[in-house]
């Protein structure tokens, strides 16, 4: 197909999907990895390979980033031979990582000054499955006609893709996505807690629940792994707990009442903190036990 060269840093579970549902859709392709067996998958599939950020963005003209957190962001972008020291003129950065929404408006100003590259924020939601299945949600914050540019893109590994508003909209809206889904993980280890004491069939209660009004993919999904005691990916925690933070951030800085949020913060920070779960408490990963309600 005709279209854009792409560029893609971070072939985690989540991007490496998405850069393989790019390369299917016949966008061609180069990547970089801090180490290259990482890139192996796409590599075999026919991508290119660049030394360094800056020789990927020099190569290509869309950079898609999918990282784990502001500081990898800012250390791709802005570090030695780092994207922003690559000439940008009419490139744009796809960042689909999590990261705060100042810094995103303070980093796309900041490119768009040293190079002239143009940013739009793309986080995401639907987690690996989604991404597996190229189903994923996408929440965007950019000009129009960026986000027009790489729409296209996009949609090979995306089932909905909505402009938010402008830079750092889209990171606003992923803050209001892990707000609820957050809320709900904690009042679903209450319910199924509250299931096993009162001593009902508390694995059961996902299936019964299904297609109610109470059910969600995160019953689903969180919910059964915390009845079958799966805590298989601590990630998962500490992921949210970033989120969180960034939520309960941007709460002080716009002046919007928090309560919830705090909540369920303090809930994963105790979590984490502790690693283990006595009976009773609160753990919105480690249900109250080691074993299997």
Not at 74 to 79: K, L, M, N, R, Y
């Amino acid at each position: 197909m005709t279209g854009p060269t792409i560029g893609f840093i971070g072939l985690g579970t989540m991007g490496g999907a998405m850069c393989g549902h790019l390369i299917s859709a016949g966008f061609p392709m180069t990547v970089w990895a801090r180490v290259k067996a990482r890139a192996m998958l796409p590599l075999d599939a026919g991508a290119g390979w660049a030394d360094s950020p800056r020789k990927l963005a020099e190569q290509v003209d869309v950079i898609v980033l999918c990282v784990s957190n502001d500081a990898a962001v800012e250390e791709i972008v802005f570090g030695e031979n780092g994207i922003a020291s690559a000439n940008g003129d009419g490139k744009i950065l796809v960042d689909h990582s999590t990261i705060h929404p100042m810094k995103t408006r303070e980093w796309a100003q900041r490119i768009f000054a040293e190079s002239g590259m143009g940013w739009v924020d793309a986080p995401v939601s639907g987690g690996p499955g989604g991404a597996a299945r190229g189903e994923l949600v996408v929440m965007a914050g950019g000009e129009t006609g960026n986000f027009d540019r790489v729409k296209p893109m996009i949609n090979s590994y995306a089932r909905q893709i909505t402009l938010m508003g402008l830079v750092g909209s889209g990171q606003a809206t992923k803050v209001c996505n892990q707000l609820i889904i957050g809320a709900e993980i904690c009042a679903i280890a209450e319910a199924l807690n509250f299931a096993k004491n009162f001593g009902m069939n508390a694995q059961a209660l996902t299936d019964a629940l299904r297609d109610g009004w109470a059910d969600s993919p995160v019953l689903q999904d969180h919910g059964r792994r915390m009845a079958e005691a799966d805590y298989s990916d601590p990630a998962d925690a500490s992921m949210m707990m970033k989120d969180m933070d960034i939520a309960c951030d941007m709460g002080r800085l716009t002046d919007s009442s928090m309560p919830v949020a705090e909540i369920v913060t303090s809930l994963y920070r105790q979590a984490i903190d502790q690693g283990h779960m006595d009976a009773g408490q609160i753990a919105p990963m480690r249900l109250y036990s080691d074993e299997a309600l």
